[in-house]
């Protein structure tokens, strides 16, 4: 991600390939310890305090309503106009626009009722 070329890409697109690798990276290891049951509970914190996963981001998912969460940037309402939250978090049914994109990660949708 941090080889590739960042021509003609906007100055934020140029991170969207870091969220994304660790979006990856702790929903595997979220889904190791929670869905599956693969690793114990000192694997799973070992990841957590060593920065393998992202400990807030997991803490969220756990929550109804933010399963599909993509990133905490897309919930803080400090950064978006008007204080509300990201267009990607808004459910397809009720967007006006068919095809988004997140200007913080490039998420396309991560409504939990999509």
Same mark, same amino acid.
């Given at each position: ?13 140029a991170l969207?390939?870091? =969220? ?25 914190? =070992? ?34 106009? =008007? ?32």
């Amino acid at each position: 991600a941090e080889n590739d070329t960042h021509d003609g890409k906007r100055k934020c697109e140029a991170l969207w390939p870091i =969220f994304r690798i660790s979006h990856q990276k702790s929903r595997y290891i979220y889904d190791l310890y929670y869905r599956r049951k693969e690793i114990k509970r000192e694997l799973y914190e =070992f990841c957590l305090d060593q920065g393998y996963a992202d400990k807030n981001l997991i803490a969220k998912w756990k929550k109804p309503g933010y399963e599909r969460l993509c990133c905490l940037r897309c919930i803080q309402t400090r950064d978006h106009n =008007f204080a509300t939250t990201c267009v990607c978090r808004v459910p397809k049914h009720l967007r006006e626009e068919t095809v988004i994109e997140c200007v913080h990660c490039g998420c396309k949708g991560c409504a939990s009722g999509d």
